[in-house]
Each structure stands twice: as structure tokens, then as C-alpha cells.
């Protein structure tokens, strides 16, 4: 069952939502109904099935996981999609991983999705011997999370520097990097001689400068590189003249 989204008719004339603080309800979570024999055949144990969103989903504990997948491995689930963590670090101490694994030969079968949750500082079972995909995407993980996939044969960042600070998808970290982040490109390319002559770094993205036309069109008029590719636009704009004073 797919969960249905409500009529966009008119969307851009109206606001999509009326209250800003609204929570979207849970999928409902259906039985496996003919699938249940197939998933209770498997040797690793489950502790939990059901269909959601047209997916089936099974939670296995954490030291399960390469059991589990491995056997689904070997019945034709041949193919990692997609794996990911979530932080529940504030509700229990968690991190919830889900792993989207697919059939090839038999498209029309359900994508599977396997659940399971580490405890912070826990390890977990690398699924690199199985996945090439696994590579970046456990990479990709500890980057953001600072999870440990155990047997992955080259562990380092993927998106951050090496020598980055902190894990930036936590829900701990701040929103706009904190104070290392702020510092980061100007220690690495000036030095930290010119902390006081060059300043932090401007990280808000939601903050805008009317008056930068090197970096961005500045608010209200061209920018210098559209008024000579443009010179005829600049006629239609009443602030001209000002942005001739500017220079």
C-alpha cells in the first residue's frame, strides 16, 4: 500500500501547509500475508516484519545483520540500493540503520528493507563483502554519523576533509558548523596568522548581502558581469545610475 499524497491543484497560489508544526501520520504497518512463509524459512532469527509503504521490512539485532543478509544473498536479493542511519541518539542512545536490497532477475517482487539499531560507540558488520555499493555508502555513513563498519577495507571520510571535525549529519551538530567549521578554509589556506585580518568564516546560508555583486546578483540591480553581457537590460532598471556610484 502507497501511502497517497494529498491534490496539489493551485499550489503555487496557496500554502501547501496550514500549520507549519503539523507531524505527517505514521504509513500503517500491513501484515506480509503470502510473503510470511517465505521470510519464516530464513535461519536468522527476526524480530519484527511488516509491510509499509509497499516495502518489507524486517528488523534483525545488529549481530545479525551479515547472517541475515547473506542468506537473503543467496535467494536472489543480489542487489544493495541504498543504506543509511538515522540519529536517535536524544530519544534512546540509538542509531537506527536500514538497509534497501532488490531482486534483479524478479522485478516484480517487493524491495526488501532491513532495520536494525546500534547502540552509540557500537560497531557493525561491513557489508563490503558482499556489495561493491556498500563502499561509499559505510563511508559515507561513518562520515556523517561516525559510525564503525568492521572488515571495511578503507574506512575514511567521504564528503568532509580528512581532518574534519565532528560528524555534521548528528543531530548534535550545529546547523551552521561550530566554531572548528567557521575557522576551517581560513587556517587551511591563509594560516592561522590571519585569523584577526581575515575573520570566520560567514556560514548562514539564510543571510544575504545586497550589497556583494561579486559573489551574488545584489538585490535590486545587476551585477557587474550581467551589465556587460547585458547592456540593454540596465535601461529597464531604475537603479542604474546607483550602481553606476558604486564603482
Known sequence: MIRQNPPKANAQKSVYYTNRFDVMPTSPMLPL????????ALHTPITQSYIQNDLITLWVESTQILPLIRELYALGYDFLTEMSAIDK???NNEFELFYLLLKLEDTSSKRLKIKTKIKKGEHIASLTPLFKSANWSERECFDMFGIIFDGHPYLQRLLMPKD???HP????YPLQGD?????????????KEYRQIIGPEQRDSARIDRNDDKNFSTISFESRYQESKAPTLLKSFKSSKELKERR
Open 179 to 191: 566554531e572548528y567549521a567557521a575557522w576551517y578554509e581560513v587556517d587551511k589556506i591563509f594560516g
Open 89 to 91: 541518539l536524544e530519544e
Open 164 to 166: 574534519w571535525v565532528g
Open 33 to 40: 500475508g503470502e510473503s510470511q512463509s517465505f521470510f519464516q
Open 169 to 172: 549529519l548528528l543531530k548534535s
